[in-house]
């Protein structure tokens, strides 16, 4: 199956950038689409950041300009570089694969999330 790690989070002080990355191991044929996620307290998990198979992302509104979604095809690999970081970007950051383990159907796979918190 499909292990998703993930690393980069931490605390930084408002105006600051932090670098998630997640890389996705196990048994992989293909991955479709690779995607940030974030969950601050009391409120529900929201998508941040998406990239396909094709390399087209989208953003949510409240980072345009500020995130920015890449991954390395050869590693599994998954980034999400984070600048003019706010104190509303505090939450907990999951990353999210929809991935195929054989040439079979695809099944969507969870990091186990990583704290991010900003200091005004």
């Known amino acids: 199956q499909v292990q998703l790690v993930e690393s980069g989070g931490g605390l930084v002080q408002a105006g600051g950038s932090l670098r998630l990355s997640c890389a996705a191991t196990?048994?992989?044929?293909?991955?479709?689409?690779m995607d940030w996620y974030r969950q601050a307290p009391e409120k529900q998990r929201e998508l941040v950041a998406r990239i396909i198979s094709g390399g087209s992302t989208n953003y949510a509104d409240s980072v345009k300009g500020r995130f920015a979604i890449s991954r390395d095809n050869d590693k599994n690999t998954v980034y999400l570089q984070m600048n003019s970081l706010q104190p509303e970007d505090t939450a907990v950051y999951y990353c999210?694969?929809?991935?195929?383990?054989?040439?079979?159907?695809?099944?969507?796979?969870w990091g186990q999330g990583t704290q991010v918190t900003v200091s005004s």
């Open positions: 999210h694969v929809i991935a195929s383990p054989t040439m079979g159907p695809q099944y969507s796979y």
């Open positions: 196990g048994r992989i044929f293909s991955i479709s689409a």
